[in-house]
Nanobody
Framework: VQLQASGGGLVQPGGSLRLSCAASGRTGSRFTVAWFRQAPGKEREFVAAVDLSGGTTPYADSVKGRFTISRDNAKNMVYLQMNSLRPEDTAVYYC???????????????????WGQGTQVTVSS
């Protein structure tokens, strides 16, 4: 499985961005695709996840109500719509994929076998 993240950039506080994750290779309904982020000097942090079968995982508290994850299985795409962006959202955002994950593990970076290259999101005035 190969993942390609895109859509990052520089945005002012309160603005919006949509990140895209293109998946190729052997994916299927057992896969979960997640977004993580990592700011300089900090650990990689869970943001959101979606099962390709349609199941959902609760968002990270820090993004709840502002970010929305969605999928388009026909296009092998997963999106992260980010609204009301804050300076503390600044980070490199990674998409990742893992198979047959139980809910309790979906927030753990170590549960995911496949990672994209990351896309930089900078929120600044």
């Amino acid at each position: 499985v190969q993942l390609q993240a895109s859509g990052g950039g520089l945005v002012q506080p309160g603005g919006s961005l949509r990140l895209s994750c293109a998946a190729s290779g052997r994916t299927g309904s057992r896969f979960t695709v997640a977004w993580f982020r990592q700011a300089p000097g900090k650990e990689r942090e869970f943001v959101a996840a979606v099962d390709l079968s349609g199941g959902t995982t609760p968002y990270a508290d820090s993004v709840k109500g502002r970010f929305t994850i969605s999928r388009d299985n026909a296009k092998n795409m997963v999106y992260l719509q980010m609204n009301s962006l804050r300076p503390e959202d600044t980070a490199v955002y990674y998409c990742s994929a893992g198979s047959s994950l139980i809910l309790s593990r979906k927030r753990l970076p170590t549960a995911y076998d496949y990672w994209g290259q990351g896309t930089q999101v900078t929120v600044s005035s």
